[in-house]
């Protein structure tokens, strides 16, 4: 059974940041590719950035050059670095592995 465990979220100001963890169980997130996704009020869940299983990262055009997706192999987690935060980030963040999904952290950026 897969198990995906977010943490990390909280509120920031404007230009703060924060790093988003993702706890993985039943699988091997060196093995596979994983994803943060995010959900705003009203809005559809979108895909932010996606790590396969060789190291290749994917992003989101609205978090280029702001976020990074990385993976710790011994620690079977993958992570979210959110740099220069803006107010349109404010969501609930999401790990994905297939059709598995976390429960979500709330990121709230402050303006």
């Known amino acids: 059974q897969v198990q995906l465990v977010e943490s990390g979220g909280g509120l920031v100001q404007t230009g703060g940041s924060l790093r988003l963890s993702c706890a993985a169980s039943?699988?091997?997130?060196?093995?596979?590719?994983m994803g943060w996704y995010r959900q705003a009020p009203g809005k559809q869940r979108e895909l932010v950035a996606t790590i396969t299983s060789s190291g290749s990262t994917n992003y989101a055009d609205s978090v280029k050059g702001r976020f990074t997706i990385s993976r710790n192999n011994a620690k079977n987690s993958v992570y979210l670095q959110m740099n220069s935060l803006k107010p349109e980030d404010t969501a609930v963040y999401f790990c994905n592995y297939r059709a598995n999904w976390g429960q979500g952290t709330q990121v709230t950026v402050s303006s």
């Open positions: 039943g699988i091997l997130v060196a093995f596979n590719a």
